[in-house]
């Protein structure tokens, strides 16, 4: 196994790259490879983000965190117009919709698609068991 220094670590992530521009594992491999030859060979999983820990590099940015007022605006849209998606009412109120499902789960919530039906009719019935008995002697 190969023990990476800092450098090598940053350099990785150097090699992967960001947004549009990334590369591989495979390349990245083979550039880091022919970086360092004194180095034994890594593999694919070594390039994996997440795998290693390496301070200067792998800084996460902290979860978004809503304030009591933006809960509550959350929860007062929801009650005024319920029929936006969870995706439409983040985007109006600017907060990520992982925030809108997290509101919701906290106050025993839950995001539904509304299907509207029809309404039966008092004949309704009686032409469906009709139809019943016509398909079990057509059978």
Known sequence: MVYLTEMHKITILQMIGYRDRTRTQAEV??????????LPPISQGTVIPGTWTCTAANVKNPPNKL?????????????????PSSRQTASALNITHFS???????????????????????????????????????M
């Open 29 to 38: 491999v083979r550039l880091f490879q022919e970086k360092y030859l004194e």
């Open 100 to 138: 809108i499902l997290r509101v919701l789960t906290e106050n025993q919530m839950h995001p539904y698609k509304l299907v509207p039906t029809n309404e039966l009719a008092e004949d309704e019935f009686d032409r469906r068991i009709l139809f019943c008995e016509q398909m079990m002697q057509m």
């Open 67 to 83: 304030n009591d007022d933006q809960k509550l605006d959350v929860i007062l849209m929801l009650e005024e117009n319920p029929h």
